[in-house]
């Protein structure tokens, strides 16, 4: 078995290379698959984060049936990017809500994994802790089994030490006869490995083959990727300019409706102002078949109209007449009352004269 693994290490560094290495083998199968951003620890500050992908990238967790250990891998293209074999010391630590981390003393590094979602880093630290459980029990197997064997080994050497007592003490053709025996079926057993090591040998340089055409295939399908990428990259940048188009011609239709929706407010208003002024024209035109009648009535009122004016003429020339008579009168009176009262002051003169001559006869009477 020393030397079926060297010859599959060796097989894996061939013409596949490095890529080849770290890729999943024949034995190996996918237990679970999930997407997320690849980092790495700086060496030299052990700090800070180093991207190790540029965009979300698969990674998967493998198990090894011929070994019974499990790895975590992830490939970039054609680049390895996670290699990391899962140990039973491994803890799996998250810290963010997207984010988690593990150490790998055999790679002397750390990876970190960025994830789009919670449920896909609690779905991935769920797995990492059943698969590093897995591991224990793995390595805990392993253990029983070199423990196992040691006693048996203990065991073949103490008995063998009986047989060489036993050999020693029977005759010598027995003694020859058993060890012809031994070598018979040492020779067959030989022979059966090295035709079991020829078959595992040429299995795996067919592996190896088709390892390296599915490498070669892969390359080709990344370039055919990168071209359909490019493609598909400018088809979505024609496709988003064409959206923008679209979005602002809905802008501009938005826009539009919004106008004809003012225009038609617009048109209800004038319509309902067409029906008043036709409402009113009915009422004009009703009112203009009374114009007639009104014609007259209104000629009629006229000829009242100056008839009155002819007679407001008159009775104001009467009215100015009378009013210059009384202003004759008035002055008349104030010409009487002048003279009254002349006439008044001289017959006041009068009296008083006749008072005196009244006293003076009425003296001389006295006298007499």
């Known amino acids: 078995m020393e030397r079926l ?109 960025g994830f789009s979602s919670e449920q896909q880093l609690t779905k991935f630290a769920e797995k990492f802790q ?61 022979a059966a490995n090295v035709k079991k090591w020829e078959i595992e040998l040429q299995t795996l340089r067919e592996s190896n083959a088709r390892l390296t055409t599915a490498l070669q295939e892969s390359a080709a399908s990344v370039e055919q990727w990168k071209r359909q990428f490019s493609i598909c990259r400018d088809e979505n940048d024609r496709l988003r300019n064409k959206i923008d188009e679209l979005e602002e011609q809905c802008s501009e239709i938005n826009r539009e409706k919004e106008k004809n929706t003012q225009l038609k407010r617009r048109i209800e208003e004038l319509e309902a102002e067409l029906r008043e002024k036709e409402t009113e024209l009915k009422d004009l035109r009703k009112q203009s078949e009374i114009i007639p009648q009104l014609m007259s009535e209104c000629e009629y009122v006229s000829e009242k109209l100056e008839a009155a004016e002819r ?5 104001e020339d009467k009215v ?30 009068k009296i008083d004269d006749l008072h005196d001559f009244r006293r003076g006869l009425s003296k001389l009477g006295t006298d007499n």
Not at 158 to 185: C, R
Not at 311 to 315: A, G, P, S, W
Not at 321 to 349: A, M, P, W
């Open 5 to 113: 693994s060297s010859g599959r290490r060796a097989s894996a560094k061939g013409p596949v290379g490095a890529a080849a290495g770290a890729a999943p083998e024949m034995g190996e199968q996918p237990i679970f698959t999930t997407r997320a951003h690849v980092f790495q620890i700086d060496p030299n500050t052990k700090k800070n984060w180093m991207p190790a992908s540029k965009q979300a990238v698969t990674v998967s967790y493998f198990y090894d049936v011929t070994r019974n250990s499990y790895r975590i891998i992830s490939v970039d293209g054609a680049k390895v990017i996670i290699n990391s074999t899962i140990t039973p010391n491994m803890t799996f630590t998250k810290t963010s809500q997207k984010f988690g981390q593990w150490a790998d003393s055999r790679a002397n590094t750390v990876f970190g994994l």
């Open 130 to 190: 059943e698969v590093k459980e897995a591991a224990k029990i793995a390595k805990d197997k392993t253990q029983e089994k070199i423990e196992t064997s040691s006693d048996h080994s203990q065991a073949s050497s103490v008995n063998g030490t009986d047989d060489e007592k036993a050999s020693h003490t029977g005759p010598a053709n027995t003694h020859l006869k058993s060890e012809n025996d031994k070598l018979k079926i040492a020779l067959t057993q030989s």
């Open 311 to 315: 007679d407001n003429q008159n009775l």
């Open 320 to 349: 100015r007449s009378l009013k210059t008579d009384i202003e004759e009168s008035k002055y008349r009176q104030r010409h009487l009352k002048v003279e009254l009262k002349s006439f008044l002051e001289v017959l006041d003169g």
